[in-house]
């Protein structure tokens, strides 16, 4: 793991008046972008070549005489052949020259291996670099790992489908699409064999991944992803802000459920079976009898997250719930990075977020407002790994 000390040293050699932030162009980057922007710093998206346009045509900036952005939101497009190109030393060094300050997201997490992010990748990042592991399912102190030790709620795991007994959900990898889920559900070890089979045939998942797939009981209820915000920062007020909520579209998952039940049952069993691909994202509040309670799952997060990965949380991360009909709470996944659903309050900010500063707010207006703060204080030390 790249030490704090090293960072520090690579920042002695920053021009901190002018800072770029930089990103790998998917995921949650045009949010990341566009709360640079308003805060007026430089962005930089590392593209890859064939999905670039986005950020080097479409949302590119566009600068008045006095440098004020009028259009876009971002200032400079790099297009590599792929996105883990970001890693050659020769790359590292320009980010460097340029002041860069790289912000992770999963997809950068994704397509640029863990290992060389956490020992090659000497570019100063924004949040918690040694907290990224965790959202691998693979590894021993898995994000499962970390709600234990915090006393968070989340699904109990079935160890083997002979046990399965009520509805479940049954985790794993696609095994064609790199970041995407070969996720099925099932109520009987019966029906977990018919469907794994079927999936098995169609090339959705593979044995591999099926024999470390995680089982879990299913929470029957609307999804809520909290993005949330830490502040090593804030000195008198709250370092904890809910920023916004977002709640997910999935396919082929979401046009299943607008067929009524008698035509779902005449598909083809290729079709049967629901995928649950990510495609995109909707804004949502909570009744405000819950609020509480989702502070306080950030509040437990944090602790256990400064016990455990010295020194903790560092800006946004995301707690991934189900509420079910008595009202509790089920964390089914964590990010602890921006996630992926905040491009639907950038620009107009979230009322979450909007009423705590009393002003348009999103989640990457946020990074970059403490961004500029830490410079302000001298204490990028503080945020930046």
């Not at 291996?113 to 990042?125: A, K, L, T, Y």
């Not at 099926?210 to 999804?223: D, K, S, T």
């Not at 819950?290 to 306080?296: D, G, P, R, S």
């Not at 509040?299 to 560092?314: C, L, M, Q, R, V």
Request: aromatic share 10%; charged share 25%; proline share 4%.
């Amino acid at each position: 793991m790249i030490e704090s000390s090293d960072i520090s040293e690579i920042l002695d050699n920053y021009d901190r008046m002018k800072l770029r932030i930089g990103m790998t162009a998917s995921h949650s980057a045009l949010d990341i972008c566009d709360g640079a922007i308003e805060e007026g710093f430089p962005t930089v998206a590392y593209c890859q070549k064939g999905r670039e346009k986005t950020y080097s045509e479409y949302f590119k900036t566009v600068r008045n005489q006095s440098g004020r952005v009028i259009r876009g939101m971002v200032d400079k497009a790099i297009v590599l052949d792929r996105f883990d190109e970001v890693l050659q030393p020769s790359f590292q060094q320009v980010m460097r020259d340029r002041n860069v300050v790289y912000i992770p997201n999963r997809s950068f997490t994704s397509y640029c291996g863990m290992e060389q992010i956490e020992n090659d990748f000497r570019v100063p990042m924004f949040g918690s670099r040694n907290m990224l592991r965790m959202e691998e399912r693979t590894e021993e102190q898995d994000y499962y790992w970390i709600l234990d030790k915090a006393g968070l709620p989340y699904p109990e795991a079935i160890e083997n489908p002979e046990d399965i007994d009520c509805l479940v959900i049954v985790k794993l990898h696609h095994a064609e699409k790199i970041l995407e889920r070969g996720f099925f559900t099932c109520a009987s070890f019966s029906e977990y064999k018919e469907k794994s089979e079927a999936l098995l045939q169609q090339g959705v998942i593979d044995e591999a991944s099926l024999a470390g797939a995680r089982i879990e009981r299913y929470v029957i209820g609307p999804v809520f992803n909290l993005n949330f915000f830490y502040s090593p920062l804030e000195e008198e007020m709250s370092k904890l802000e809910l920023l916004g909520v977002d709640w997910r579209f999935e396919s082929s998952l979401d046009g299943h459920v607008r067929l009524p039940a008698p035509q779902q049952m005449t598909m083809p069993i290729h079709q049967q079976i629901p995928e649950m691909t990510v495609v995109g994202h909707n804004t949502a509040t909570i009744r405000e009898s819950l609020l509480e309670e989702a502070f306080a799952l950030g509040e437990k997060f944090i602790t256990a997250s400064k016990e455990h990965y010295d020194p903790g949380i560092i800006g946004p991360f995301c707690l991934q719930t189900c509420i079910d009909k008595d009202m509790n709470y089920s964390i089914y996944d964590v990010a602890p990075r921006v996630g992926g659903g905040t491009n639907v309050h950038m620009s107009v900010g979230h009322p979450y977020g909007n009423s705590t500063w009393r002003k348009q707010m999103s989640s990457g207006r946020r990074i970059a407002m403490e961004l500029r703060n830490a410079v302000e204080q001298d204490r990028l030390d503080e945020v930046l790994t």
